[in-house]
């Protein structure tokens, strides 16, 4: 997990990406936590991690956990290789 040291949301708080709901603030809370990790140079490692483990809480990869379920379905279905994107 070498990755986590390179992350541009290293010292950002947590609660950041970690939003408790999916309307109004914590809407807006997901969405900054993924313009957060748009910018990140590991965010394809994050996101290989989120659905190798299961991660179902949470933004990583710049996803939220919706769309990893949905990804993980795929993923689980296919080649274990990479994370999609």
């Not at 997990?1 to 290293?10: E, P, S, T, V, Y």
């Not at 965010?43 to 949905?70: F, K």
Request: aromatic share 8%.
């Amino acid at each position: 997990m070498d990755w986590r040291r390179d992350a541009h949301c290293r010292g950002s708080d947590p609660s950041l990406f970690f939003p408790s709901g999916s309307k109004g603030l914590p809407l807006a809370q997901a969405g900054a936590a993924k313009r957060v990790c748009s910018a990140c140079v590991v965010r394809q490692p994050c996101l290989q991690y989120a659905l190798e483990t299961n991660q179902d809480i949470g933004v990583w990869g710049g996803t939220s956990e919706e769309e990893r379920r949905v990804m993980r379905l795929s993923w689980l279905r296919g080649p274990r290789r990479r994370a999609p994107g």
